[in-house]
C-alpha cells in the first residue's frame, strides 16, 4: 500500500505466482521440522502432512505481508508460492526464489530426494524466459545460471552417495538376516532333545561321574541351556528317578 502527494491511499496489489517439481520425503514429519527450524530468516509452520517455510521480505503500512514466498514441502513433491510486485522483475524474482529453493535443498539433502528432471525443467522454463527477454546483463544471467548447475551437480553427487550407502546399507541387512536365520538354526538344533532324551543323558553322566553332575560341565559338552538342564532335574527327583544328597 502506498500514498500519493495528496494523501489518497492507493492499495497495489501483488501478483502471485508459483512453481513446483518432484521431491521424494525420505524422513518423518517431525525430522524435517527440525531441520526446517535451522533455515535463517523464516518461519515454519506445520500444514497437515506438508510443512511451510514462510519468508517476508516486505510488509505494507498495515503490517500485512507484501511480498513473501512460502515453500511447500510436501511428501512427494516441493512447491513454491510466492508474490510479485509491479516494482519488482518477475524474471529477476523467479531467479531469486530459485536461487533460494536450491540453497534450502542443499539444507535439506538428507530429507529429500530430488526428482533431477522435474527440478530441471521449472529452471528450463525460467532461463528460457530470461533468455529471450535478457539485454545488457545477458552475460550476468548465464552466471547465475552455472552457478545453479554448480549447485544441481552438487546435488547429483550426493544423490549418487546416498544411492551407495543404501546399497551398503541393504548388503548388511541381508548379511545380518543370514546370521539370523543361522542362529535360528542353532537354537533349533539346541533345542532338539526331548526331556526323555535329556534325562537319559543326565543318569548316563550321573553313573559315569559317580552320582554327581557338574551342570556347567554337561551343559558345554550337550550345549544345552543350564536353566533348561536344572528344570529337567527337578523334574527328575520329582518324579523319583533322583535323589539329592545334601
Not at 45 to 74: C, E, N, Q, T
Not at 135 to 153: C, G, P, Q
Not at 170 to 191: A, F, I, P
Amino acid at each position: 500500500m502506498s500514498s500519493d502527494k495528496k494523501g489518497t491511499d492507493i492499495v497495489i496489489e501483488p501478483m502471485g505466482a508459483s512453481f513446483r517439481f518432484g521431491a521424494r520425503r525420505k524422513v518423518q514429519k517431525e525430522q524435517l521440522l527440525k531441520i526446517a527450524e535451522g533455515i535463517p530468516d523464516s518461519e515454519i509452520a506445520d500444514v497437515k502432512d506438508s510443512i511451510a517455510i514462510i519468508k517476508i521480505d516486505s510488509r505494507d503500512i498495515d503490517g500485512v505481508p507484501y511480498l513473501f514466498s512460502i515453500l511447500y514441502l510436501h511428501p512427494d513433491s516441493i512447491e513454491m508460492m510466492y508474490t510479485v510486485t509491479p516494482e519488482t522483475s518477475m524474471r529477476k524474482r523467479q531467479l531469486e526464489l530459485l536461487r533460494y529453493t536450491t540453497n534450502i535443498l542443499v539444507l535439506l539433502k538428507d530429507a529429500y530426494e530430488v526428482d533431477l528432471a522435474s527440478y530441471m525443467q521449472v529452471l528450463d522454463v525460467f532461463l528460457a524466459e530470461i533468455r529471450e527477454f535478457a539485454t545488457s546483463d545477458y552475460e550476468k544471467l548465464y552466471t547465475k545460471y552455472d552457478a545453479l548447475l554448480t549447485k544441481i551437480e552438487e546435488l547429483e553427487q550426493q544423490n549418487a552417495r546416498l544411492r551407495e550407502s543404501n546399497e551398503k546399507l541393504s548388503k548388511d541387512m541381508l548379511e545380518l538376516r543370514d546370521e539370523r536365520n543361522e542362529l535360528k538354526l542353532r537354537v533349533d538344533e539346541l533345542e532338539k532333545f526331548s526331556d526323555d532324551a535329556l534325562m537319559l543323558k543326565i543318569q548316563d553322566w550321573i553313573r559315569e561321574h559317580a552320582g554327581e553332575i557338574n551342570i556347567g560341565d554337561f551343559c558345554k559338552i550337550y550345549k544345552v541351556g543350564e536353566s533348561r538342564v536344572e528344570q529337567v532335574l527337578n523334574k527328575m527327583v520329582r518324579e523319583g528317578y533322583l535323589e539329592t544328597v545334601r
